[in-house]
């Protein structure tokens, strides 16, 4: 029959005899179980014992934490709290050294109890403690025990840290901006300061005063000491008001922590970090980790105040940066004279900008976050990067198929999604270590990071083909793709650029598909043959929807005009899928146009094959090595009977999925783009959600359904998101 639930076997030691092996009843008074021990070792005065664990910190049992008490527990029988604070409290005032050297080292081992150290603090043993640093009589090991006991007793939160005087704290930061100090002493002192700054207002402006920025990166070199530096420089930083955070002064390894963010000083501190810690010789731990995730979350905090600004649209100061935006973009035109004309021109070229309101692009800046350090994040690129700023904006002010990136719409909604995925403003949490190395790599690393993030924008927003209404699917790729690179923690923005290009819009859905499919009931043999019996009919739908496209036609610039006026041609396939048409156009149609518009045809029956990229007979002329690799990729030909050529270049990687894969199709061949494996991948995933919520109803039709006669008709839409 097992024990009672009360019932709790242990074993109980003490010095110089054997151990009692007793069963304690958890109903019986702890005094009694105390007074019944000592009886079998006739030792008197029960009331001056205790019982204690025998391995681990050794902490005293009391009534309330007698219920943690195990089965097999060893535990010691040992003088109580108060006799033993009693005891110490004596010696640590004797006159001899090696016993004064013994009290100390126990005091700092029991203070961690807090049973002890409340009867310590009773009798006023922080006092003690404290009048002996205060003296500056200890030094070496006796100093490091004393100022180890002091940090114990203080964190139980018995006593206020409002009550340490300034001669304590000056004694300490003395510890801290001496030359040469124990390793032991510095780290005891340095946590003892960090707590004064996180437990007391009052001590915040005592503690700054007296440590400067200078005195503590010196100590970032020692790795012995490195995170208990860091973790005061967090405390203080994060204790300082509002307005001191971001001053800057012109000395200021020589100004006082309140004054930390000032920029030099963060410069030398984020070097000093990055060369001593990050790439130092030793792995990082925990803490360290978690200390270099606040000061991250602290110094992007810095940009909360200009997040949370609106823009003043009558500042004439904050419109004439949106006026510099314009005039970098544009080389500087020459203003015309007439104001009217003036404001015309600057319409145009703010909604080329990508702007939402064209005639006061102000505006914009007005919802808060991102506020202002949106415009800050532009202004940045435009003088920094001014090439790619130039690029990105006259790269899609120049299109006319309605694809245009809107960059300065762009610029602010990434601006938002960045502060939220760093969580800007928000206080760092307990225990999380997420720092990344890359923002220690630059001086202005939340700017870097918007560059490249923007450029990541525009690149995906050409991939997905995307128009005005895929603004917000756009944006949550982007997110995925941001974060998905986040977590592969780059050590530096170069490598973050290289972990982005790796993660195009191909690759999202790739690992959406594949993540979705990697589920356990996904792998299991039924669901396994339920796709397999799918993807011949989803192949089919796929085939269709290429082919319908097709017979909508699409229209191609002409290659290799250097004229003003741009030239274009269309083709489209006949709706009974046996005819090419194509014929030049003298500006891009609005729509589909029709048969007989579209002088030249070529039979189906007449093509041998298709051809992509440098195979393309276009692609292989002289005139064409000048090419860049984009036009290559967007290259195809069909070559027809007799030994005569069509040559295409896509607008886009859409386009040209779409009009190779339909030709493959329609030459009864495999359509093996990477756009046809992704609709291939999402469609069987519905389908296969679809069927499985009713496991009955899974035979597949006989035959697909016919071709309809009407191309539009048998279209489906494709969801990004």
Request: overall charge negative.
């Amino acid at each position: 029959m097992p024990p009672p639930a009360d019932i709790v076997k242990v074993a109980i030691e003490w010095p110089g005899a054997n151990a009692q092996l007793i069963e304690m009843d958890q109903k019986r008074p702890l005094s009694s179980i105390i007074r019944e021990v000592c009886d079998g070792w006739s030792l008197s005065g029960s009331e001056q014992f205790a019982l204690r664990y025998a391995d681990g910190p050794q902490l005293y049992i009391t009534e309330q934490s007698r219920g943690e008490i195990k089965n097999g527990t060893i535990l010691r029988l040992a003088i109580s709290p108060a006799r033993a604070a009693r005891q110490l409290l004596e010696r640590i005032q004797s006159h001899g050294i090696d016993a004064r050297l013994e009290a100390l080292k126990e005091l700092a081992k029991l203070s961690a109890d807090p049973t002890f150290a409340t009867e310590f603090i009773n009798m006023e043993g922080i006092g003690t403690l404290a009048r002996l640093v205060e003296s500056g009589t200890h030094f070496g090991e006796m100093l490091a025990f004393t100022l180890t006991a002091f940090l114990e007793l203080m964190d139980h939160g018995i006593v206020s840290w409002d009550l340490i005087s300034l001669s304590f704290i000056k004694q300490i930061a003395g510890y801290v901006n001496q030359p040469m100090v124990d390793v032991s002493i510095l780290q005891r002192s340095l946590a003892i300061l960090e707590s004064m700054v996180l437990n007391s207002h009052s001590l915040y402006h005592r503690v700054a005063q007296e440590i400067t920025v200078g005195q503590l990166i010196g100590h970032l070199s020692n790795q012995e000491i490195q995170t208990y530096a860091i973790a005061l420089i967090n405390a203080l930083f994060l204790k300082a008001p509002e307005d001191r955070r971001q001053e800057d002064y012109t000395n200021p390894l020589e100004q006082h922590l309140t004054e930390m963010a000032s920029t030099l000083a963060q410069k030398h501190l984020r070097s000093i970090i990055l060369n001593h810690v990050i790439r130092g010789n030793r792995p990082i731990k925990a803490e360290m980790a978690h200390q270099l995730y606040v000061l991250q979350v602290l110094t992007f905090n810095l940009l909360e105040e200009r997040m949370m600004t609106k823009m003043d649209p009558n500042d004439q100061a904050q419109r004439d940066i949106i006026f510099e935006l314009r005039r970098i973009a544009f080389d500087g035109e020459n203003d015309p004279t007439g104001t009217e004309k003036r404001k015309a021109m600057y319409t145009k070229d703010y909604k080329m900008l990508g702007f939402t309101n064209h005639v006061n692009p102000a505006m914009d800046f007005t919802q808060t976050p991102p506020g202002m350090l949106a415009l800050d994040n532009m202004l940045y690129l435009a003088k920094v990067h001014q090439d790619t700023y130039i690029r990105i904006v006259l790269e899609n002010s120049s299109r006319e198929d309605k694809h245009e990136c809107p960059f300065g719409r762009c610029a602010i909604e990434l601006t938002r999604m960045l502060c939220e995925i760093l969580q800007v403003g928000e206080l760092p949490n307990e225990g999380c270590n997420d720092y990344h190395p890359m923002f220690f790599t630059h001086d202005r690393a939340w700017e870097e990071f918007f560059c490249v993030c923007i450029q990541l924008l525009n690149k995906t927003w050409k991939e997905m083909r995307a128009t005005a209404e895929d603004f917000n699917k756009v944006m949550q790729v982007v997110r995925e793709q941001i974060t998905r690179a986040l977590a592969m923690k780059p050590s530096s923005l170069d490598q973050l650029k290289n972990k982005l290009r790796g993660l195009n819009y191909s690759e999202i859905l790739r690992l959406r598909q594949s993540e979705r499919m990697s589920q356990d009931d996904f792998q299991s043999p039924p669901i396994i043959e339920l796709r397999e019996r799918i993807q011949p009919e989803i192949l089919e739908l796929i085939k269709q929807q290429r082919l319908n496209r097709l017979c909508e036609g699409s229209c191609f610039r002409k290659l290799g005009n250097r004229r003003r006026q741009e030239k274009f041609w269309f083709c489209r396939l006949s709706l009974n899928h046996k005819v090419l048409h194509y014929g030049d156009l003298d500006e891009s149609p609005q729509g589909e146009v029709p048969f007989e518009l579209l002088s030249d045809k070529i039979p189906v029956s007449d093509i041998k094959s298709v051809v992509t990229g440098k195979d393309c007979p276009h692609m292989k002329e002289k005139s064409a090595l000048k090419q860049n690799k984009e036009v290559l990729e967007l290259a195809f030909s069909v070559l027809y009977d007799p030994d005569e050529t069509l040559n295409f270049v896509a607008p886009n990687k859409y386009e040209y999925c779409i009009w190779t894969d339909g030709l493959c199709a329609l030459l009864g061949r495999e359509m093996g783009s990477d756009l046809t494996r992704s609709d291939l991948d999402t469609l069987i995933s519905m389908e296969m959600k679809l069927r499985l919520l009713d496991l009955e109803n899974i035979t597949i039709p006989e035959a697909p359904p016919p071709v309809p006669k009407e191309p539009s008709s048998y279209n489906f839409t494709y969801n990004y998101s």
